[in-house]
């Protein structure tokens, strides 16, 4: 359809306040994003709807602009319930670079513009798809959320007779419909979403068929343009957090029209998975800014402060102060540059929620944030937790992975690698600070191990890592003189850098590819520099034991 179309239609509430000359654009497919760079997610050909969440300031527009006219979006529609008014400089950015611009006014939901557009482009779809839109468009608009994706899948039940549910990347039930019968097996969701991961890794198109006994499941990918799966910028920048469509029917046979439909129904499904990740982003923002205070060191009164403001939003209702517990997750990729903290971040969100509760809204309880490579989660826990000192209650490690580590592991493929450790239970600001070294240090004994999908917790840990801050004086210095003393004096008279070296190689997990990458060294440098420090300190770090006397040599120097 054309954006001219989209102008002349009274109920869509559209202004158009830039790009005369360009209506006559052709729409592809539309996708609502607040992030300040959803490139990955755009194919071309895009009406991209925002509340303009990503804008902190003026200069932001410029940038946002240019990025989606690089990727080919047709046109940019701006909601007004957030600023009241479009802001000036994303009017001026726009038409510097010739991108129709609209604003939404108030009162329209995203989802209408959404719903009408998926009708109007599919206008040579199967003639039960008008009536699966029409119906659904009706639904969304009479609350918030418009009922969700149930809505969605209950009226393929009813409409088309095909029982279908949203699954996480888990495996986790997101949704089903209420004619679908009974509930899908934990093994069953496990194993449709491992195939369903294992199969974009390999490229295939789908959707994916999977014969679980004598049922067919049809798999399609839950993603923003609701079209067909376009090639994104590299697929496992997203592969460990799209949602999958699985549908009880071989998709095989189905003529165009129908395939249409369901890539249709999955772009309705992604207006609440865009829904979902912007919720997300106060948790997120709370987690970034305690983060920086406990690793800048600032004082617990104020690390206190923003506990205070962050309790209430993670555990609404709640009486006395929680208790804390801090997850530390890496998601690692062979060889390549790939930005692993948004991957991590988004994943741990994920695996964080109790597998056996359905529905998109029981992470709201969980803050994370991510810094370098590594994803922080701060999880709240009642009082009451305190009483068993967190080893009864809360986020146990040896549980975490247990339902999720076959799908994540057919994710990862042979090339990607996930740890996690997770910390006891502190009560206070004071205790964050060990909790979060607890936390990284059991992410480590966790990487240690063989296998994609590893974890550890504190009660595998021994109680040092809390108590280094005691450690009198005299102790820590002849500890770490012991060991970091020869490596130091040859620093001085070589300029051999066998300390950054050392402190490196041990924030890779003792990967020899990765810390030559980030150290810019050939490896055969590196393996040089490593059997140096071997030499002067009679340690060999192949073995974990001297590993973790360095670790906290240089924790405590």
Not at 230 to 251: G, K, N
Request: proline share 6%; with cysteine; charged share 25%.
């Amino acid at each position: 359809m054309r954006l001219r179309a989209l102008l002349d239609t009274d109920a869509l509430g559209l202004k158009l306040l830039g790009g005369e000359d360009e209506l006559d654009r052709t729409v592809r497919g539309v996708m609502t994003t607040d992030l300040r760079d959803p490139s990955r997610y755009l194919a071309g050909g895009e009406l991209v709807l925002t509340g303009l969440a990503w804008r902190r300031d003026a200069e932001d527009s410029e940038p946002f602009v240019r990025i989606l006219v690089q990727a080919g979006v047709t046109a940019l529609a701006a909601g007004e319930a957030e600023l009241g008014d479009v802001p000036e400089d994303l009017v001026v950015a726009c038409a510097r670079h010739r991108l129709p611009l609209f604003a939404v006014h108030e009162s329209v939901a995203f989802a209408t513009i959404t719903e009408h557009v998926v009708r109007q482009v599919s206008g040579e779809r199967a003639g039960d798809l008008a009536a699966v839109v029409d119906r659904h468009r009706r639904m969304m608009t009479s609350g918030p959320a418009g009922g969700g994706p149930d809505v969605v899948l209950d009226l393929l039940g009813t409409d088309l007779d095909l029982r279908a549910w949203v699954l996480s990347p888990t495996g986790r039930p997101i949704a089903g419909s209420k004619t679908a019968g009974p509930a899908l097996p934990a093994e069953a969701c496990a194993r449709l979403a491992g195939e369903h991961l294992a199969a974009t890794r390999t490229g295939r198109r789908g959707p994916h068929r999977v014969a679980l006994g004598a049922t067919t499941y049809s798999l399609f990918p839950v993603r923003s343009t609701g079209r067909p799966p376009q090639p994104a910028r590299d697929v496992r920048e997203t592969v460990l957090s799209d949602w999958l469509l699985a549908v009880e029917a071989d998709a095989g046979d189905w003529p165009e029209e129908r395939l249409d439909l369901l890539y249709g129904v999955t772009q309705l499904i992604a207006v609440e998975r865009d829904r979902r990740d912007a919720a997300r982003t106060v948790r997120r923002r709370l987690a970034q800014e305690v983060l920086e205070l406990v690793q800048t060191g600032a004082a617990p009164a104020e690390i206190a402060a923003r506990l205070r403001v962050a309790a209430p939003v993670l555990l609404p209702g709640l009486g006395a102060a929680p208790h804390w517990q801090v997850v530390v997750a890496r998601v690692d990729w062979d060889g390549d540059a790939i930005e692993g903290g948004p991957v991590a971040q988004a994943l741990l969100e994920e695996v964080l929620v109790d597998p056996a509760v359905a529905g998109p809204e029981h992470s709201d309880r969980i803050a994370v944030a991510h810094t370098g490579g590594e994803a922080i989660a701060l999880v709240p826990l009642p009082a009451v937790s305190a009483e068993h000192d967190g080893s009864e209650t809360g986020v146990l490690a040896d549980a975490l992975l247990a339902s999720v580590r076959e799908p994540l592991t057919a994710g990862l493929n042979d090339d990607g690698r996930l740890t996690l450790g997770v910390s006891a239970a502190v009560h206070s600001a004071e205790g964050l600070r060990g909790a979060l070294e607890e936390a990284r240090h059991a992410r480590r004994v966790a990487a240690a191990r063989p296998g994609r999908v590893c974890a550890a917790g504190h009660q595998e840990l021994a109680s040092h890592v809390l108590l280094l801050p005691f450690v009198p004086d005299d102790v820590r210095r002849a500890f770490t003189a012991r060991l970091l003393d020869p490596l130091r004096d040859y620093d001085r008279r070589h300029r051999a850098e066998l300390i950054p070296t050392l402190e490196a190689f041990l924030d890779c997990d003792g990967s020899w590819t990765r810390c030559a990458t980030r150290l810019h060294l050939h490896v055969n440098t590196l393996r040089y520099r490593i059997g140096r420090i071997e030499q002067l300190t009679s340690r060999d770090l192949s073995r974990l034991e001297d590993k973790l006397d360095f670790f906290l040599a240089l924790r405590m120097s």
